[in-house]
């Protein structure tokens, strides 16, 4: 018979940290147990100039004018460094960011204790981002936007401009001029829409939206998201209008003005 050690050393859980939005990084209740971390814990960072956003990190009960120091705040533990963070460059400001720390055995001579390593998890929104540019893509089809990619193109002049709708659907059926790839004026409209969304673009930002409100009104409420304006329509013709975020109201203003 043969036995198979199974240590406690290929089971021990994942020391887990967070980067939160305000830039301080808080332990997890266990993460603050494994480490001993208490009101009297500091801690020492060392950046990597190979990959500044893996710092090396040491906690030590010793206080220098180079430590951060644990604070405590209700049951759980955190050191204020979204200066640190900041200059080395980690976006922490829109969410929270998860990362694990490594034991790297091999510099703890060089830091003078246990060294950690940093090694932050990709965000669920990069992610999610993926999934959802797929899903995107397959519901407005490869035909549609490569159509879009070309006529849309910064130096197209077809951006932050009024075009009539009945133009720009006839500009899609001319490059696919096969029955079968054609579309109707309703699945234009659609699939228009499904590839502002994925662009970030903004249709018709100088008309109030289904629930009356304003480009800008949205905007506040609403930073990510993309802008739905209603129906442009005058002198019998109806237009549409793909904008960039950065357009300003200015602009929007001039361009509710012109025609194409």
């Known amino acids: 018979m043969a036995l198979t050690l199974l240590s406690a050393r290929d089971f021990t859980f994942t020391l887990k940290v967070t980067i939160q939005r305000t830039g301080k990084l808080g332990f997890s209740a266990p993460t603050a147990e494994a480490l001993g971390i208490d009101s009297y814990t500091y801690a020492k960072f060392y950046m990597d100039d190979e990959n500044k956003l893996s710092p090396v990190v040491v906690f030590s009960k010793n206080k220098d004018e180079d430590s951060f120091k644990a604070n405590k705040s209700g049951e759980y533990y955190s050191l204020s460094t979204s200066i640190l963070f900041e200059s080395l460059g980690f976006d922490f400001k829109k969410q929270n960011i998860i990362c694990d720390l490594k034991r790297e055995e091999?510099?703890?001579?060089?830091v003078g204790g246990e060294a950690y390593r940093l090694v932050c998890r990709a965000p669920?929104?990069?992610?999610?981002?993926?999934v959802v540019t797929k899903t995107l893509l397959q519901q407005m089809g490869p035909n549609f936007f490569q159509w879009a990619e070309s006529y849309f193109n910064e130096s197209s002049g077809h951006l932050n401009i009024k075009i009539k709708r009945?133009?720009?659907y006839n500009a899609y059926n001319a490059m696919f001029s096969d029955y079968k790839l054609k579309v109707t004026p309703n699945n234009f409209k659609t699939k228009l829409k499904l590839y502002c969304r994925m662009k970030k673009l903004d249709l018709n930002a100088g008309k109030p939206n289904i629930n009356g409100l304003s480009f800008f009104d949205f905007i506040a409420q609403n930073k990510e998201d993309i802008f739905v304006g209603g129906m442009d329509k005058s002198n019998g013709f109806e237009y549409f209008t793909v904008s960039n975020r950065e357009?300003?109201?200015?602009?929007?203003?001039?361009n509710d003005a012109e025609y194409h």
């Open 166 to 168: 009945k133009d720009m």
């Open 106 to 110: 091999e510099v703890d001579a060089l």
């Open 124 to 130: 669920k929104s990069r992610r999610k981002a993926t």
């Open 247 to 254: 357009r300003s109201e200015n602009e929007i203003k001039l």
